[in-house]
Nanobody
Framework: VQLVESGGGLVQAGGSLRLSCAASGFTFDDVAIGWFRQAPGKEREGVGCISAGDNTFYPDSLKGRFSISRDNAKNTVYLQIHSLKAEDTAIYYC????????????????WGQGTQVTVSS
């Protein structure tokens, strides 16, 4: 099982970014993919998830700026972030779990290595 994030980088505040999570080694259609981020000195937090059935979930604080979609033909999930803020600076990770989105970090058994997003103000 492998998850590989890409698309991070340095972006100006107010800009947009699309991160990708490419998956291999399992039946992609049967998994939920969660996106998480971790800023220096802070705990890892969820920023959204898409289930195997294409249901999406976001924290209330991020609704409207974060959007997740999946392309099962490409075994890839995307995280689109709009109106980037300095506080969005973090390492962004994708993680996989069976079928449905899980409420906590430990319930995702498979993780990517992360991609750095830095927002300059």
């Amino acid at each position: 099982v492998q998850l590989v994030e890409s698309g991070g980088g340095l972006v100006q505040a107010g800009g947009s970014l699309r991160l990708s999570c490419a998956a291999s080694g399992f039946t992609f259609d049967d998994v939920a993919i969660g996106w998480f981020r971790q800023a220096p000195g802070k705990e890892r937090e969820g920023v959204g998830c898409i289930s195997a059935g294409d249901n999406t979930f976001y924290p209330d604080s991020l609704k409207g700026r974060f959007s997740i979609s999946r392309d099962n033909a490409k075994n890839t999930v995307y995280l689109q972030i709009h109106s980037l803020k300095a506080e969005d600076t973090a390492i962004y990770y994708c993680a996989a779990a069976e079928f449905s989105c899980k409420p906590t970090v430990p319930e995702y058994p498979y993780w990517g290595q992360g991609t750095q997003v830095t927002v300059s103000s």
